[in-house]
């Protein structure tokens, strides 16, 4: 079956530093989502793609912030630079149609955490 | 803005006891609403969606109604095993948006 891949799964960083976060969806899906997930809360969307376009990154902190999906397909989430309160689970989901009318799919996230 | 709530944030029984899940949302206006499993460090695994014109959904030993006059979804999961322990999150898809509002989940340990 196939499944949202996500890389790196564990990262453990310095404040101030760069990190990236990889994501590749199931094949075929059109729409990308990244959200964040502190411990013991749901997930909030961060930013969303429709193929390579984004649709809604209202929740994305700009200021240090920033993803992409250059061809439409796996997307890349990075934080420049990090700080404490960036330490939680990025979770990356993919569905096949626009959002909310599918199911969406999950990765197995990337752990993040800053000291 | 849409509000979920999931109450209790844990609890713990004894196998082959049912489980009752409950999920409230703020705004009756949905478009459908997911139920969620999450395994400790792990991402999410929908386990059933329920469109707003559907009462509930089921699958396997898992069923889940939905009333959205009250507010409310619950997730019964029947003869519960060790192997259902998890987190359980909902999510509300609200009508005029596409942005899912997720719970914070409820902590579900069976007992052996």
């Known amino acids: 079956e196939a499944e949202v891949a996500q890389s790196p799964r564990y990262k453990i960083t310095e404040k101030s530093q760069a990190v990236a976060f990889w994501c590749d969806p199931i094949s075929g899906h059109a729409t990308l989502y990244w959200y964040r997930q502190i411990l013991g809360q749901g997930p909030e969307l961060l930013v969303q793609f429709q193929d390579e376009s984004v649709v809604d990154d209202s929740q994305l902190p700009k200021d240090r912030f920033s993803a992409e999906r250059l061809k439409g397909v796996d997307s890349t989430l990075k934080i420049q630079p990090a700080e404490l309160g960036d330490s939680a689970m990025y979770l990356c989901?993919?569905?096949?149609?626009?959002?909310?009318?599918?199911?969406?799919?999950f990765g197995p996230g990337t752990r993040l955490t800053v000291l | 803005k849409q509000e979920v709530t999931q109450i209790p944030a844990a609890l713990s029984v004894p196998e082959g006891e049912n489980l009752v899940l409950n999920c409230s949302f703020t705004d009756s206006a949905i478009y459908n609403l997911q139920w969620f499993r999450q395994d400790p460090g792990k991402g999410l695994t929908s386990l059933l969606l329920?469109?707003?014109?559907?009462r509930e959904q089921t699958s396997g030993r898992l069923n889940a109604s939905l009333d959205k006059s009250s507010g409310r979804s619950t997730l019964y999961i029947a003869a519960s095993q060790p192997g259902d322990s998890a987190t359980y999150l909902c999510?509300?898809?609200?009508?005029?948006?596409?942005?899912?509002?997720f719970g914070a989940g409820t902590t579900v340990t069976v007992r052996a």
């Open positions: 989901a993919s569905s096949k149609g626009l959002a909310g009318a599918d199911t969406q799919y």
């Open positions: 329920i469109q707003s014109s559907q």
């Open positions: 999510a509300v898809r609200p009508s005029n948006d596409y942005k899912l509002s």
